[in-house]
Every structure is written in structure tokens, then in C-alpha cells.
Nanobody
């Protein structure tokens, strides 16, 4: 069973920093694009950042210059470094990845999410 497990969420003050981690595990053949999405109460889930296996990145305009996505292919892990956070960054952050596994072939997977709350 392929799993994506996020960690690192919590309460942070405006202007502070937080680092999220996403570990992929299971019978993985290949791990392709990975990304972070977020969803605030009453809002649709939105993409935050994505990174290819080779390290090419893409960011939502709202987080450019503040967030940095990275990955460690040897550890099958993606990270989201969140700096200068704002209250608008509050939400559940989900890890997403395109994965080819022995069990299910090529599929898109979601983690369970980790709560990030930006508040004084």
C-alpha cells in the first residue's frame, strides 16, 4: 500500500516559519511529480507548489518568494519550507504525488493532510 504521510504542521505566528515534510512509502517503483496543496474552511483545495523528480518547481503566486518546495529522492520525501507566513496561509496542507507502484500501477496519491494555523 502506497502512502503519503505529512508532518510538521502546527500553530505559527504571522511572519514566522514552518517546515512541512511528506514521506512516501510502500511498494514504489517510481516517484514522479510531488506537490503541496492546501484547503481553508469554506474554500476549494488549491495548489501551492509542485516539484518534478528533477527538481523543477512551480509556485502559486500567493506564496512565491515565501515558500520553497524541495525533495530528497533517496528518502522519497518532499518538503515545504514556509517563511513569512500570513493568516491567509491557514489551512490543511496536503501532499500529492504521482506514483507508479507494484500494486496499483501509475496513480495519483494524496496524504491525509496536516493542519497549519497562522495566528497571533
Amino acid at each position: 500500500q502506497v502512502q503519503l504521510v505529512e508532518s510538521g504542521g502546527g500553530l505559527v505566528q504571522p511572519g514566522g516559519s514552518l517546515r512541512l515534510s511528506c514521506v512516501a512509502s510502500g511498494s514504489i517503483v517510481s516517484l514522479y511529480d510531488m506537490g503541496w496543496y492546501r484547503q481553508a474552511p469554506g474554500k476549494e483545495r488549491e495548489p501551492v507548489a509542485r516539484i518534478s523528480r528533477g527538481g523543477n518547481t512551480n509556485y502559486a503566486d500567493s506564496v512565491k518568494g515565501r515558500f520553497t518546495i524541495s525533495r530528497d529522492n533517496d528518502k522519497s520525501t518532499a518538503y515545504l519550507q514556509m517563511n513569512s507566513v500570513k493568516p491567509e496561509d491557514t489551512g490543511v496542507y496536503y501532499c500529492n504525488a504521482d506514483i507508479r507502484s507494484y500494486q496499483s500501477g501509475y496513480q495519483n496519491h494524496w496524504g491525509q493532510g496536516t493542519q497549519v494555523t497562522v495566528s497571533p
